[in-house]
């Protein structure tokens, strides 16, 4: 069974950095795409980074410049490093990865269970 697993929440305070992290584990035969969404309260889930096996990079303009999505293949770990952090920042953050399971399988979509970043002093 596949799952993504995150670390790296926390509590950091405006102009801070911080970086996440999230593992895939498991039976499987590649990751696609790798990717960061988050949902602060009382709003929608939304596209932060996304990074392809190929290396192109995605940001959403409101990270643009402070964010950076990096993954390392060989342990099937994304991370997002979060610089000069401000407290609209703050949102539980969610890993997603597009996995084929099989050789001849689909491309299926996995999310971890979310960690809380929280910016603020």
């Known amino acids: 069974q596949v799952r993504l697993v995150e670390s790296g929440g926390g509590l950091v305070q405006p102009g801070g950095s911080h970086r996440l992290s999230c593992e895939a584990s498991g039976n499987f035969f590649s990751i696609n795409a790798m990717a960061w969404f988050r949902q602060a309260p009382g709003k929608q889930r939304e596209l932060v980074a996304r990074?392809?096996?190929?290396?192109?990079?995605y940001y959403a303009a409101s990270v643009k410049g402070r964010f950076t999505i990096s993954r390392d293949n060989a342990k099937n770990t994304v991370y997002l490093q979060m610089e000069s952090l401000k407290p609209e920042d703050t949102a539980v953050y969610y890993c997603?990865?597009?996995?084929?399971?099989?050789?001849?399988?689909?491309?299926?979509?996995?999310w971890g269970q979310g960690t809380q970043v929280t910016v603020s002093s």
């Open positions: 997603f990865a597009g996995i084929q399971t099989t050789m001849y399988g689909y491309n299926r979509d996995y």
């Open positions: 990074t392809t096996n190929g290396d192109s990079t």
